[in-house]
């Protein structure tokens, strides 16, 4: 997923201007960012641009993104290490306010050293960066060659659980609507096929989107079931870390109680071994207003972020 279209209106004006070079109305902060050596770790918030509230995070998190290469944080809350994701591939059309990879490469001289960055946004997905995974690794060499350039540690793309969470995304492999099939993985596995004679991987990205319909033990079920796939594939293209780029229980009844379960068992207990335990980032959607109200945390952030309990 991306965002609310008022907000995909907001982040992606942003992304355009700044390709352009032109003025727009607020500041892109780099400065102020903690960087790391190696991927992000630990929990983190993704975020729109023009989200509000966000103070009440401020030094809570480890890390934070915004689907962009650009940190627009209009809170200036300490939002932990910034991951600068590219979004997609240029428009074929050849609209200068829709080159994405041109945006995010020409963004890239300003990046510090040795920053973690996420791939294509839901390539899987018409409605998102939407392409085959032969298109995404025919144009990975650039993204690939920041590795050497300023010590990048670059994550694959991040699909969607489109399908596996009852919605019905229309993309994968093909670009042809494929239905019963966890789409996001299997849009991964062929990305990594088609790429591991060429690229290796630093990490694994994906999201995670709760059924509409299910209760806390269905999205328990449906999560562990994704990462396991995640993992083995992973562990047979030798990548160590897994990152969450993306995720929230849509339905909001028992959010707090998954975001507890999440964090406290998923992670970390032996029966999850094989799945979530392999999960070392994770970034859940502030876009979806349930972490703060106002200036404060909700009850779903406290619990989020370790001051509070559900």
Known sequence: MLFTSQSLFFALSA????AQAQPHGHTHHHASSKRATGVVTGRGIVYADGNSGMDALDGKLTWSTDWTPWEDNPSNADLGTFVPQVWGLN?????PELQ??????????????????LGFNEPDQIGQSWMTPQEAVDNWGQINALKTSIGA????????NGDQNGTSGTGTVTLEYQSGI???????????????????FDCVCAHWYGGQDNDLADDQTMIASQFTELA??????GISEIVISEMQRVNGDQECDFVAWFQDTFLSDSQYADSGNKVTAYSYNYDKFTLTAGSNLTTV??????????
């Open 153 to 160: 540690k670059i994550c694959t793309p991040c699909p969607s």
């Open 182 to 200: 966890d789409q996001g993985s299997a849009w991964l596995s062929e990305f990594l096929i088609a790429a591991k004679d060429q690229y290796t």
């Open 100 to 117: 994405f990879l041109t945006a995010f490469l020409k963004a890239a001289s300003t990046f510090p050293a040795n920053p973690t960055i």
């Open 91 to 95: 428009n074929a059309n050849g609209n």
């Open 15 to 18: 992304l355009f201007s700044a």
């Open 301 to 310: 952030g406290s619990t989020y972020v370790g001051e509070g309990s559900c």
């Open 232 to 237: 083995s594939l992973a562990s047979q293209y």
